[in-house]
């Protein structure tokens, strides 16, 4: 029988996050290193990789780095083969690296729509292949967590924000996230998502600055915006042997705001 700090020990498995060169992959990844994965990062530009490895590297976690346009579907299976030979083996998928864009819908660009499917749906489905291929299916193990949204789990009050390609993707992750899980359990993979709720964050700036950090707050029961450590716990407990029995799942992190 293992301790709950055994459980959750990550110490000789290896772990891909996408977007990891800041914010919430770059939080992620620094959660998985400190229980003992070695990490390795893709965004799509390496002198940010580059940062993100040397803050890592001064926690003491060993970090790797991939520069790659994940919205790019021929970049994924060259992605794919470099990250199984740097690593060996992949026991866990974070798929964090998303993309958003304001507009209203009558007049949203279809480009613009292309854009954040491409890379916050068709991505994810083409990362869980790769890697399940190469190397989750044939190990007969793998964990699998995707980056959803409450944005995902209902649309916006009217008045707010204009997002619909972003809701839609993020629904989208949710239920890939239910399927996956069904069809891959059998292989000894959990597919289980985290919808986080605001962050500050690169991609929330615009949204934080025209509607404010206060009144995000007070919309949240816990009166609070998410930090630099609220997504650790959830991403280690669905990456480590303390989540193995929990497959199929969405969680939110969201100070509550889903619950109300």
């Given at each position: 029988?293992?301790?709950?700090?055994?459980?959750?020990?990550?110490?000789?498995?290896?772990?891909?996050?996408?977007?990891?060169?800041?914010?919430?992959?770059?939080?992620?990844?620094?959660?998985?290193?400190?229980?003992?994965?070695?990490?390795?990062?893709?965004?799509?530009r390496q002198a940010e990789l580059d940062e993100a490895c040397a803050h890592l590297a001064a926690r003491g976690i060993e970090a790797h780095?991939?520069?790659?346009?994940?919205?790019?579907?021929?970049?994924?299976?060259?992605?794919a083969d470099e990250a199984m030979r740097r690593l060996g083996q992949v026991d866990i998928l974070v798929n964090n690296a998303g993309a958003t864009w304001g507009a209203p819908a009558e007049d949203f660009p279809l480009e613009a729509w292309d854009k954040?499917?491409?890379?916050?749906?068709?991505?994810?489905?083409?990362?869980?292949?790769?890697?399940?291929?190469?190397?989750?299916?044939?190990?007969?193990?793998?964990?699998?967590?995707?980056?959803?949204?409450?944005?995902?789990?209902?649309?916006?009050?009217?008045?707010?924000?204009?997002?619909?390609?972003?809701?839609?993707?993020?629904?989208?992750?949710?239920?890939?996230?239910?399927?996956?899980?069904?069809?891959?359990?059998?292989?000894?993979?959990?597919?289980?998502?985290?919808?986080?709720?605001?962050?500050?964050?690169?991609?929330?700036?615009?949204?934080?600055?025209?509607?404010?950090?206060?009144?995000?707050?007070?919309?949240?029961?816990?009166?609070?915006?998410?930090?630099?450590?609220?997504?650790?716990?959830?991403?280690?407990?669905?990456?480590?042997?303390?989540?193995?029995?929990?497959?199929?799942?969405?969680?939110?992190?969201?100070?509550?705001?889903?619950?109300?």
């Amino acid at each position: 029988m293992r301790t709950v700090r055994e459980l959750f020990s990550l110490e000789g498995k290896t772990a891909v996050v996408t977007g990891g060169s800041r914010g919430l992959g770059l939080q992620m990844a620094e959660a998985l290193g400190e229980q003992g994965a070695v990490v390795l990062l893709s965004a799509r530009r390496q002198a940010e990789l580059d940062e993100a490895c040397a803050h890592l590297a001064a926690r003491g976690i060993e970090a790797h780095s991939i520069a790659a346009d994940l919205s790019d579907e021929a970049a994924i299976a060259g992605f794919a083969d470099e990250a199984m030979r740097r690593l060996g083996q992949v026991d866990i998928l974070v798929n964090n690296a998303g993309a958003t864009w304001g507009a209203p819908a009558e007049d949203f660009p279809l480009e613009a729509w292309d854009k954040v499917m491409n890379l916050n749906v068709r991505s994810v489905f083409l990362l869980c292949q790769a890697f399940g291929r190469l190397s989750m299916i044939p190990r007969g193990r793998g964990r699998i967590v995707n980056i959803a949204s409450i944005a995902g789990l209902a649309g916006n009050p009217p008045g707010s924000m204009q997002t619909i390609a972003y809701n839609s993707s993020k629904a989208a992750v949710i239920n890939f996230t239910r399927t996956l899980a069904g069809e891959w359990g059998r292989h000894g993979i959990t597919v289980n998502a985290i919808a986080p709720g605001f962050f500050p964050s690169k991609m929330t700036r615009g949204i934080l600055a025209a509607v404010g950090a206060d009144r995000l707050a007070q919309q949240a029961p816990l009166g609070r915006l998410g930090d630099d450590e609220d997504l650790k716990g959830a991403v280690v407990l669905f990456a480590s042997d303390a989540g193995k029995h929990i497959t199929g799942q969405v969680l939110a992190v969201d100070g509550g705001v889903s619950a109300v």
